[in-house]
T-cell receptor, first 112, second 113 residues
């Protein structure tokens, strides 16, 4: 089975802290995505990556950055966390060959 | 720009009556389209996907969706609602296929006894 692993499931951070959210997939998928999910707003795309060292902004990139140094790992970085970044963050991969989407389990971030 | 619009944020039906959840998209290509369901405090589960093989797509739990290119729609239907169908439903477009994944804002389905 394909695994998309988000190592940090529940985090509480202080305003201004730097936050790293990591996502690792084990199936060599090219496309990886970071979303945040908030009630009533659905899943909003933050950043995505088609390949190593490639990244593209999604719909709400402000306050975030990403890193993809290896194909299997896609990291989301909050340079200076703010309370409005309290949310559930979801890592997603897309298998182009099977046209199938795979989801991580989510990372719940609270910024106080 | 690619986009997905779920026309209703909330739909309420009675058990045993039909379900219609509406989704419109804009696309420059022939997209891949998906419907996902999310039950409370659970992850997203695939209901069905359209990949240009057939315009009427059958999914799990009695759901189906019809791709209508002329209307740029991919509405989800079920003939008879069950209480267990109460959940949030997301329409997703991959545009171009294999490219950016865009999620709709979700439709919350309530089912009354």
């Amino acid at each position: 089975d394909v695994k998309v692993t988000q190592s940090s499931r529940y985090l509480v951070k202080r305003t201004g802290e730097k936050v790293f959210l990591e996502c690792v997939q084990d199936m060599d998928h090219e496309n990886m995505f970071w979303y945040r999910q908030d009630p009533g707003l659905g899943l909003r795309l933050i950043y995505f990556s088609y390949d190593v060292k490639m990244k593209e902004k999604g719909d709400i990139p402000e306050g975030y950055s990403v890193s993809r140094e290896k194909k299997e790992r896609f990291s989301l970085i909050l340079e200076s966390a703010s309370t409005n970044q309290t949310s559930m963050y979801l890592c997603v991969t897309h298998s182009l060959g099977r046209n199938t989407i795979y989801f991580g389990e989510g990372s719940w971030l609270t910024v106080v | 720009a690619q986009s997905v619009t779920q026309l209703d944020s909330h739909v309420s039906v009675s058990e045993g009556t039909p379900v219609l959840l509406r989704c419109n998209y804009s696309s420059s290509y022939s997209p891949s389209l998906f419907w996902y369901v999310q039950h409370p405090n659970k992850g997203l589960q695939l209901l069905l996907k359209y990949t240009s093989a057939a315009t009427l797509v059958k999914g799990i739990n009695g759901f189906e969706a019809e791709f209508k290119k002329s209307e740029t729609s991919f509405h989800l239907t079920k003939p008879s609602a069950h209480m267990s169908d109460a959940a949030e439903y997301f329409c997703v477009v991959s545009d171009p296929p294999g490219g950016k994944l865009i999620f709709g804002q979700g439709t919350e389905l309530s089912v009354k006894p």
